[in-house]
């Protein structure tokens, strides 16, 4: 059965810290890993990686698949207090369809 | 444009009642996704529909759950019998395609179900 464990479960950081989400995974025959931001009920897609694409960055988040170990990190520079929702990771496998299996999140808190 | 919908955003019904949960995809997209989240939990999937007919049901715990996209649009997760364990976020996605390893998937705001 897949595997997707976050860590941390919770952080809270100041205004202007960097912080580091990690997502590591057991999946046969992975096909994509995902990131989304949830603040009150909707999921909010971020980035998606793939073999092809294991590096993605857009302003002051960025994120990079280790296919080799198995993990994600989702990396988010000068938080705000905007900033402060649950990450979730997912993944995907080719014998699953495109069902997504999400971790259990990761609940940031930007104090300010 | 229009985002992906759901109707009601929350729901209060009594244990044994049938309930009925409404998705409205994003207008030209194909594929549907339901999924639940309890709390502190992420979403699990439920059922993925590929045009009008469900392509994965794998993820319904019992026969007490079943969805229908009748003409490959808007989508209903008909629940009967409730039990408490069934209180969660009901949440719908959809997707261009549902074909391709790129194709992303965004959420609607969800349905909160409480059952008494």
């Known amino acids: 059965e897949d595997k997707v464990v976050q860590s941390p479960l919770s952080l809270v950081v100041h205004e202007g810290d960097t912080v580091t989400l990690n997502c590591s995974y057991e999946?046969?025959?992975?096909?994509?890993l995902l990131w989304y931001k949830q603040e009150k009920k909707a999921p909010t897609f971020l980035f998606m990686l793939t073999s092809s694409g294991i590096e993605k960055k857009s302003g002051r988040l960025s994120s990079i698949l280790d296919k080799k170990e198995l993990f994600s990190i989702l990396n988010i520079t000068a938080t705000q207090t905007g900033d402060s929702a649950v990450y979730l990771c997912?993944?995907?496998?080719?014998?699953?369809?495109?069902?997504?299996?999400f971790g259990k999140g990761t609940s940031l808190l930007v104090t300010p | 444009g229009a985002g992906v919908s759901q109707t009601p955003s929350n729901k209060v019904t009594e244990k044994g009642k049938y309930v009925e949960l409404r998705c409205d995809p994003i207008s030209g997209h194909t594929a549907l996704y339901w999924y639940r989240q309890s709390l502190g939990q992420g979403p699990e999937f439920l059922i993925y529909f590929q045009g009008t007919g469900a392509a994965d049901d794998s993820g319904l715990p019992n026969d007490r759950f079943f969805a229908v996209r009748p003409e490959g649009s808007v989508s209903t997760l008909k629940i009967q019998r409730t039990e408490r364990g069934d209180s969660a976020v009901y949440l719908c996605a959809s997707s261009p395609t549902g074909g391709s390893s790129t194709d992303t998937q965004y959420f609607g705001p969800g349905t909160r179900l409480t059952v008494l």
């Open positions: 997912a993944v995907t496998n080719s014998n699953s369809g495109y069902a997504l299996n």
């Open positions: 999946v046969t025959n992975f096909r994509s």
